[in-house]
Antibody, heavy 121, light 107 residues
């Protein structure tokens, strides 16, 4: 059974940092691209960042470029999102999502339950 | 970025109804279109990928069609567990973008 479990969310002041983790099981982690997708309270889905399994190339939505860093540790089957210089508009539930293929880009075929990030003074 | 526009944004329907949701892309995305279902407080779930392929385990009452810029998600006979919000998403180019969602409520 494919499982993705996010952790690391919480409350932080504007300008602060958080590191999200997504621990996975039930599939061969190192052969699938992975992404982070967020959802602000009461709003729709927004893709944030992703990483290819083939070459480790990373991708970001414009609003987080230069502030967020996505990475993966294939030995630990874990995806990370380092979030720096957080802003109020980054407040959202952050979902880890497995992508259907190794290469970039594809649909998101499995999702974690999400972790809430709150940015407030 | 490719803009995805869904319509309607909400609808009311009864159990057994046939429900259709449309999604339009701002440029051709061939068949790189996916549909997700999200229930309150839950993560999204993939229903349809590549415009018309049914994800494993998804009931056959769900179907997708379209290519280019216009796509449709159809629920042939609405069931109580289908009341949810549905999102389309393009996987043609980066950034992958989602439609605004269509909420199916109980009439």
């Amino acid at each position: 059974e494919v499982q993705l479990l996010e952790s690391g969310g919480g409350s932080v002041q504007p300008g602060g940092s958080l590191r999200l983790s997504c621990t996975t099981s039930g599939f061969t982690f190192n052969i699938y691209a992975m992404s982070w997708v967020r959802q602000a309270p009461g709003r729709g889905l927004e893709w944030v960042s992703g990483i290819s399994a083939i070459d480790g190339r990373t991708y970001y939505t414009d609003s987080v470029k230069g502030r967020f860093i996505v990475s993966r540790d294939n030995s630990r089957n874990t995806l990370f999102l380092q979030m720096n210089t957080l802003r109020a508009e980054d407040r959202a539930i952050y979902y880890c999502a497995k992508m259907k293929w190794a290469q970039w880009l594809a649909d998101f075929d499995y999702w974690g339950q999400g972790t809430l990030v709150t940015v407030s003074s | 970025d490719i803009q995805m526009t869904q319509s309607p944004s909400s609808l009311s329907a009864s159990v057994g109804d046939r429900v259709t949701i449309t999604c339009r892309a701002s440029q051709s995305i061939r068949t790189y279109l996916n549909w997700y279902q999200q229930k309150p407080g839950k993560a999204p779930k993939l229903l349809i990928y590549a415009a018309s392929s049914l994800q494993s385990g998804v009931p056959s009452r769900f179907s997708g069609s379209g290519s280019g810029t216009d796509f449709t998600l159809t629920i042939s006979s609405l069931q109580p567990e289908d009341f949810a919000t549905y999102y389309c998403q393009q996987s043609y180019s980066t950034p992958p973008t989602f439609g605004g969602g269509a909420t199916v409520g109980i009439k």
